[in-house]
C-alpha cells in the first residue's frame, strides 16, 4: 500500500533561518507531487507542483523554494524564512485519475 | 481569484441534525468536486466527491449535491455526529490537470 511520510511535525524557525522540510512517498512510482500551505485563516494554497525528478512549477510567486531529486522525494526549502512564511505545510502525491493522499503536516511558525 | 469559494467559515449543529456545507465556483470548466475533512493537526482526507454529469452523489450519511447552473454545490450531512467537527474543504480540479484548487474551509461543530 502507499503511504506518505512528511517530517518535522513542528518547527519553529527564527525570521532569516533556512528551512528545509522533507516528503516521501513509498508503495508507487512517478507519482505527482504537490506542496500545499494552509495559512491562518485561509484555505489550502498550492504552492508547488512536480510531475517527475526536477520537474517543478511554481503556483505563486514567493520566498519559497522546492526540489524533487529522486521520484518520491519532495523538499520544500528556503534561504531565509520571513514571519509570513508562517502556516501550515503539506504535502500531496496523486496519480492520474485517483484522488490526492496528504502527509500529516507541518506545523511551521516563523519568530 | 478565488475560483473555490466557502462562504461560511464556521457552522455549528446540534447532533442528530443535519449539516449542510455550501461552496461556490466560478470556473465553468471545473467538471469534478471534491470535499475533504481535516482535522486539527492532520492532513486532509478525501470524503466525497461529485462528477459534472451528475446531480447528486451519497455515501452513507454524507450527500453532495451539484448545481451547475448556479455553480454550486453541497454537502449534507445526516445525522450529524460529534466526531464530524473539522474543517471540510471543498475542491476541484484545474480542467486537464491534477492540480486540485481548494475553497478556504468551513469548520464544522457538533455539540450534544
Known amino acids: 500500500s502507499q503511504t506518505i511520510h512528511q517530517w518535522p511535525a513542528t518547527l519553529v524557525q527564527p525570521v532569516g533561518s533556512p528551512l528545509s522540510l522533507e516528503c516521501t512517498v513509498e508503495?508507487?512510482?512517478?507519482?505527482?507531487l504537490y506542496w500545499y500551505r494552509q495559512a491562518a485563516g485561509r484555505g489550502l494554497q498550492l504552492l508547488f507542483y512536480s510531475i517527475g525528478i526536477d520537474q517543478i512549477s511554481s503556483e505563486v510567486p514567493q520566498n519559497l523554494s522546492a526540489s524533487r531529486p529522486q521520484d518520491r522525494q519532495f523538499i520544500l526549502s528556503s534561504k531565509k524564512l520571513l514571519l509570513s512564511d508562517s502556516g501550515f505545510y503539506l504535502c500531496?502525491?496523486?496519480?492520474?485519475?485517483?484522488?490526492?493522499?496528504f502527509g500529516s503536516g507541518t506545523r511551521l511558525t516563523v519568530v | 481569484d478565488q475560483q473555490v469559494k466557502q462562504n461560511s467559515p464556521s457552522l455549528s449543529v446540534q447532533e442528530g441534525r443535519i449539516s449542510i456545507l455550501n461552496c461556490d465556483y466560478t470556473?465553468?470548466?471545473?467538471?469534478?468536486f471534491l470535499w475533504y475533512k481535516k482535522y486539527p493537526a492532520e492532513g486532509p482526507t478525501f470524503l466525497i466527491s461529485?462528477?459534472?454529469?451528475?446531480d447528486k452523489n451519497e455515501d452513507g450519511r454524507f450527500t453532495v449535491f451539484l448545481n451547475k447552473s448556479a455553480k454550486h454545490l453541497s454537502l449534507h450531512i445526516v445525522p450529524s455526529q460529534p466526531g464530524d467537527s473539522a474543517v471540510y474543504f471543498c475542491?476541484?480540479?484545474?480542467?486537464?490537470?491534477?492540480?486540485?484548487?481548494f475553497g478556504t474551509g468551513t469548520r464544522l461543530q457538533v455539540f450534544p
Open positions: 470556473n465553468s470548466m471545473f467538471d469534478y
Open positions: 475542491a476541484a480540479p484545474l480542467y486537464n490537470t491534477d492540480k486540485l484548487i
Open positions: 461529485i462528477s459534472s454529469i451528475k
Open positions: 508503495g508507487t512510482s512517478n507519482p505527482n
Open positions: 500531496a502525491w496523486s496519480k492520474t485519475g485517483y484522488g490526492y493522499t
